[in-house]
């Protein structure tokens, strides 16, 4: 891997370069591996100019937490906006967040099998949440359910999605992720059929009712 020059930039340019390389060696190694020499020597600078912009391994990490957020949540988001229905929908964000968090290095964080500190597993009580309430936006979007009810469904799910990952990263072979990816998808789906469709969905796609569910299926 070719080095990256080290000749002076601007300390923002700088910072917003060594945070990228810190993504991509904690991504690669984890974090518990990973040591500040190793995203020194990535940025192709001395451990004095990183320590120049964060300063400790775990605060770099909190930040590159922040930015693996920002991805997640976008995700979720872009539920309420694909095409197709809701068993769609929910298979493909079961699917999408084990890309996130096993295929990307970061199951054991965002399962808490990776303990670092409080600082950090704090930040992951934060993201998990704000993720919880983004899906909360897009099912009271979709189906007639309280505020209070969509938080708490929306944490459910959020849940049964780290579970999900755990079991995926498991399987033996693509036959068992296919079949971990089905029952955990008709699960979360007879269980948002339990709350009817609204008539007019502020969201794309099909939103089925408790009867459609039975048949089979197209999104949530």
Do not use: C
């Not at 008539?199 to 197209?218: F, H, K, Q, T, Y």
């Amino acid at each position: 891997m070719s080095i990256p020059s080290t000749a002076r930039m601007p300390r923002a340019q700088r910072r917003a370069q060594l945070l990228e390389l810190a993504i991509r060696v904690f991504t690669e190694k984890g974090f518990q591996a990973t040591s500040m020499d190793d995203i020194a020597a990535a940025a192709g600078v001395t451990k004095p100019v990183l320590y120049q912009h964060f300063d400790s391994k775990e605060k770099l990490y909190v930040e590159v937490l922040d930015v693996i957020a920002t991805s997640m949540i976008d995700e979720v988001r872009t539920i309420g906006e694909g095409a197709g229905d809701t068993m769609t929908r929910v298979r493909a964000g079961l699917h999408r967040f084990y890309e996130f968090v096993a295929l990307d290095n970061s199951l054991r964080l965002f399962t808490g099998h990776e303990l670092i500190s409080e600082l950090v597993q704090q930040k992951v009580v934060t993201v998990l949440d704000r993720m919880a309430i983004e899906l909360a936006g897009v099912l009271t979007a979709s189906r007639h359910i309280s505020a209070e009810e969509s938080r708490i469904l929306g944490r459910g799910v959020i849940a049964v999605t780290q579970t999900t990952a755990q079991l995926l990263q498991g399987a033996a072979d693509e036959a068992e992720r296919e079949s971990i990816l089905d029952t955990m998808t008709t699960t979360v789906v007879h269980g948002l059929t339990g709350f009817a469709p609204r008539e007019n969905a502020r969201i794309s796609g099909v939103v089925l009712a408790a009867d459609d569910v039975s048949a089979p299926a197209g999104d949530a």
